[in-house]
């Protein structure tokens, strides 16, 4: 049966020129494309090829211009810093953009130059990320909660000209000091920026390093503001750094012109968001949920977004969502299954719902990890609004399967995020590259080319951004997400095929893991698994086989490695768990059997592998899990 999400998915993948073009009306262009969809060095498509124009200029300039100066575009709220709350109307965010980019203009940032923000939930955050578009400079935010090795290793890949950061960023209660993570990153890295930019926040004073160092607030005042630079379409706009199969993260790039014409569209379509709806991405800026839809998408619509420096839980309490939604009159909510699961855990009744008004909220949309069902049914029955799961990574920039509010809201089904949305030809493949039947689990592919906002390569990584993602399944876009689609077109996104884990809505490489575990000098082999955990999702999990002759007890080791972790790739990776066992799972010819061990973590049937060295060492995997504390789901 026909409906306006059949046609307008029919139309986009029979004629996606037609399709993309017109959705780029509602963007303003410095220069028209050539093309719409370039396909002239494929598998490089690009989208809108040869069009000039400023992501910046659309996002706060041309709301300004047309009269709409005084709307709220910013609302900041801080329960961390007892309270601190502003509002920025376009006006007012237009200014301190220009002004921030006049800052960095001033360090000689200009167009192509990368700059790296490392910031905590602040508003100052969001208008760095503007500044950079607005000189045509590539960003590249990094999440707070990453140790300095982390972001040396970001440092090394994207070479910033400059570094954006803040004295601290808080946590709760915790004071996390940025500066000293910052120097010691520096120090770490090959490549060292010329400058860096640093908002001194009331809770901590950084100690600057002459020449290069340049306060935040001394500099605003003293320079001139910066104008819109224009760029072509398929100039990046950022680089976002994200777990990949190893301790080397992905540089996923993405461009100017499809991003702001697929977010546009999306803001409509998917969220059903009208200029002015007042829209909030619970998530952080350091996430592409954070680059999507906390900074641009609300912007380019119009909308107000919002900037939350707290938790769902803690700040002060499980109704600290319920009182932004009240206190701003949000309308559309997006955020994270876990956090649910966190409100849900401390008030299982929602009985501080009542005690604000939530007749704003028209929907909650979640993504970042599949949706369970308790959760759904949870949310639904509390808050009494349309509950979206939607899927989408990092690499896509925006959901590839999603109920449209927009267009025909669907029955939701509990467990899956829905259809494709328009714009994503989703295939279910077998190992031969053969579609698999309705109902069969298989690789959830995308048939190229991929629709505007998609990743268009890996930061100075062609070959790689070839072999990680179009190699395995010719014509196709790899997700790594393995699943079914049903007989009535709906996604069920089952698990990852390769090693990355969902911690609380974060995205983690066990093998990035590993490279530390294996780094001690008592380890002689380890593994990492996600375990299921009951707020986060999953939490990773250690195996740790010693060398001969190590006579130091296992809980001294497991602290060190713990402590490594930590400090290594930060706090974000919630390694806190590890066993010692004699030796791990193997086949004769060497490989570890971490998908057995998987599969014992997760209560879920397996066949003894025929090559397995010796079987006996499964019993002690599951016994370890046990003790550990992994055995309540284990029944
Ligand atoms: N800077 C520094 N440290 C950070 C950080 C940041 N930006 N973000 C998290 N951390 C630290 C935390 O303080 C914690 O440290 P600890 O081990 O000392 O306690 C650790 O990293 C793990 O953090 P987190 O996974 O966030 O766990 P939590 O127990 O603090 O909070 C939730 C749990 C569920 C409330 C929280 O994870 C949450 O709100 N998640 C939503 C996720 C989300 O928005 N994801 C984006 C995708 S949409
Ligand atoms: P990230 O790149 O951090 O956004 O993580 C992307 C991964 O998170 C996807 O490949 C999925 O494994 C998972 N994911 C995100 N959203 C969903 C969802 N709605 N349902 C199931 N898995 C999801």
Redesign the pocket.
């Known amino acids: 049966m026909s409906n306006r999400y059949q046609e307008e998915y029919d139309r986009s993948i029979q004629d996606p020129e037609g399709f993309w073009g017109d959705a780029a009306k509602e963007i303003d262009w410095i220069k028209p494309w050539d093309k719409v969809l370039d396909s002239s060095n494929k598998p490089f498509y690009r989208w809108f090829s040869g069009a000039q124009c400023n992501t910046c200029y659309n996002a706060l300039d041309r709301h300004v211009e047309a009269g709409r100066g005084d709307t709220t575009a910013l609302i900041y709220d801080s329960p961390v810093t007892g309270g601190t709350k502003k509002t920025y109307t376009y006006s007012e965010l237009r200014d301190e953009v220009a002004l921030f980019a006049g800052v960095l203009a001033a360090q000689g940032v200009s167009k192509g130059d990368r700059v790296i923000v490392y910031m905590p939930m602040i508003a100052e955050a969001a208008i760095a990320m503007l500044a950079c578009a607005r000189l045509g400079a590539v960003h590249s935010v990094v999440f707070g909660g990453f140790a300095a090795n982390e972001l040396a290793v970001r440092i090394d890949d994207a070479k910033p000209k400059a570094i954006v950061t803040a004295s601290c960023g808080i946590e709760t209660n915790k004071v996390i000091e940025y500066k000293p993570l910052l120097d010691s990153a520096i120090e770490i890295a090959k490549h060292k920026p010329e400058h860096c930019v640093i908002l001194q926040r009331a809770q901590a004073t950084a100690s600057m390093i002459d020449g290069r160092d340049v306060d935040w607030t001394g500099a605003m005042s003293t320079v001139q503001p910066a104008e819109c630079v224009p760029v072509m379409a398929t100039d990046p706009l950022y680089i976002l750094y ?1 777990s990949g199969t190893t301790g080397e993260p992905k540089g996923v790039m993405r461009d100017n012109g499809g991003h702001m014409v697929a977010l546009k569209w999306s803001m409509s379509n998917i969220y059903d968001a009208k200029p002015g709806d007042v829209y909030w991405a619970a998530s952080d800026v350091g ?2 949920v954070g680059h999507s839809y906390i900074v641009y998408a609300p912007l380019l619509h119009g909308c107000a977004t919002v900037m939350y420096e707290g938790k769902p839980v803690g700040t002060p309490d499980a109704g600290a969502f319920w009182r932004m939604i009240s206190e701003y009159k949000i309308n559309i909510l997006f955020t994270a299954p876990t956090a649910f699961r966190a409100i849900k855990r401390e008030d299982p009744e929602g009985i501080l719902i009542a005690d604000y008004d939530m007749s704003s909220l028209k929907s909650l949309f ?6 369970d069902p308790d959760t759904l049914h949870w949310a639904q029955e509390k808050l009494g609004v349309p509950v979206i ?7 896509t920039g925006w959901a590839i399967a999603s109920n449209c509010m927009g267009l025909h809201p669907f029955p939701v089904k509990p467990g899956s ?1 829905s259809k494709a949305a328009p714009g994503w030809d989703v295939r279910i493949l077998d190992d031969d590259c053969n579609e698999v039947s309705d109902g069969d689990i298989g690789a959830i592919s995308v048939k190229l080319p991929m629709p505007p906002s998609s990743l268009l390569t890996l930061w100075n990584a062609d070959e790689r951004y070839l072999s990680a993602y179009l190699e395995d399944y010719p014509g196709y876009y790899k ?3 393995a699943g079914y689609k049903d007989e009535d077109g709906y996604l069920y ?1 089952m698990a ?1 095929t390769d090693d990355i884990i ?1 911690v609380a809505g974060h ?1 983690l490489s066990t093998g990035g893991m590993e490279e530390v575990l294996a780094a001690h000098p008592d380890v002689a082999e380890c593994a990492v698994i996600g375990v299921a955990d009951q707020l986060k999702g999953q939490v990773p999990f250690g195996f740790l086989a010693l060398n001969a002759g190590v006579e130091r007890t296992d809980a001294e080791i497991i602290a060190e490695v713990v402590a490594m972790v930590r400090d290594k790739i930060g706090p974000v990776a919630a390694f806190k768990s590890a066993v010692v066992i004699k030796r791990l799972p193997k086949t004769r010819s060497g490989k570890i059997l971490r998908g057995t061990m998987q599969k014992i973590a997760d209560c879920e049937d397996y066949k003894m592998p025929a090559t397995i060295d010796d079987p006996a060492i499964l019993g002690e995997i599951d016994e370890a899990l046990q003790s550990a504390g992994y055995s309540s789901a284990r029944t």
């Not at 799961?389 to 690499?395: A, G, I, L, P, V």
């Open positions: 994200t996430w592409v979640l993504a970042g990890e599949r949706t799961d939607h899927w989408w990574q990092t690499e995020p997700t790594s997400d996104i990852r969902n995205r």
